[in-house]
């Protein structure tokens, strides 16, 4: 069975910085592509960051160098460090493979809010 457990959220102010991170289950972990996506009020879910189980990353160019996206395959965790966080990154961060589950899935995701 299918399972993303996104943490790490929180209120932080312009600047600062949060990690998120997001345990998957081993089935998809194993053989998948991770990525981040976020989705602001009134705005459609986008893509962040992607990893491929080898480690090449990619970034969306609103967040590069800024954000970094990471994996520990030991423990099916995948990461994401963001720094120097504006008030645009304001959303929900959800992780999922790369591309996204055919089937729909999303876990609950968790809430990223920066103040001015």
């Known amino acids: 069975q299918v399972q993303l457990v996104e943490s790490g959220g929180g209120l932080v102010q312009a600047g600062g910085s949060l990690r998120l991170s997001c345990a998957a289950s081993?089935?998809?972990?194993?053989?998948?592509?991770m990525g981040w996506y976020r989705q602001a009020p009134g705005k459609q879910r986008e893509a962040v960051a992607t990893?491929?189980?080898?480690?090449?990353?990619n970034y969306a160019d609103s967040v590069k160098g800024r954000f970094t996206i990471s994996r520990d395959n030991a423990k099916n965790t995948v990461y994401l460090q963001m720094n120097s966080l504006k008030p645009e990154d304001t959303a929900v961060y959800y992780c999922?493979?790369?591309?996204?589950?055919?089937?729909?899935?999303w876990g609950q995701g968790t809430q990223v809010t920066v103040s001015s």
């Open positions: 990893i491929t189980r080898g480690g090449s990353t």
């Open positions: 999922n493979t790369s591309p996204q589950l055919r089937s729909g899935y």
């Open positions: 081993g089935s998809i972990f194993s053989i998948a592509a």
